[in-house]
């Protein structure tokens, strides 16, 4: 067989869109964690035993200010909180580049 003929069947098997090969299409159906964070907090087990119902636990967001949003544990997005006939829902307003993605401090991987 000569280079020519084995590139020219290497290209086509390539091209191909029935080649044995799993694409993507394999994970498609793969279940992940989606975690939208308004704020966090800090305090001491002293303070945690006092909550009871009505009590308010101050975050560290400003009202109005982006969430975080998370895919297994992993922020990809930042968001703003939707009230969606009675639902909470989060509007993408921006995606996080790979380079600047970080796990979320305090989560397990």
């Given amino acids: ?9 290497t ?5 191909r869109p029935d080649r044995d090969e799993p ?7 793969v279940p992940l ?10 305090r001491l087990l002293e303070d945690v035993l006092k909550l009871s119902s009505g009590s308010v636990i101050q975050l560290d967001r400003l ?11 992993e922020l990809v997005a930042k968001g703003e ?13 921006e995606l996080v580049q790979r380079g600047d993605r970080s796990r979320i401090p305090g989560r397990r991987a």
């Fill in 33 to 42: 964690e989606i975690t939208v964070e308004l704020g966090r907090t800090r």
């Fill in 81 to 93: 909180v939707l009230v969606i006939d009675e639902h909470f829902g989060v509007r993408v307003t």
């Fill in 23 to 29: 694409g993507l299409d394999v994970l498609l159906d």
């Fill in 11 to 15: 290209r086509s098997a390539a091209e």
């Fill in 63 to 73: 009202a109005g200010e982006a969430v975080d949003i998370l895919i297994n544990g």
């Fill in 1 to 9: 067989m000569t280079d020519k003929t084995n590139r020219t069947q």
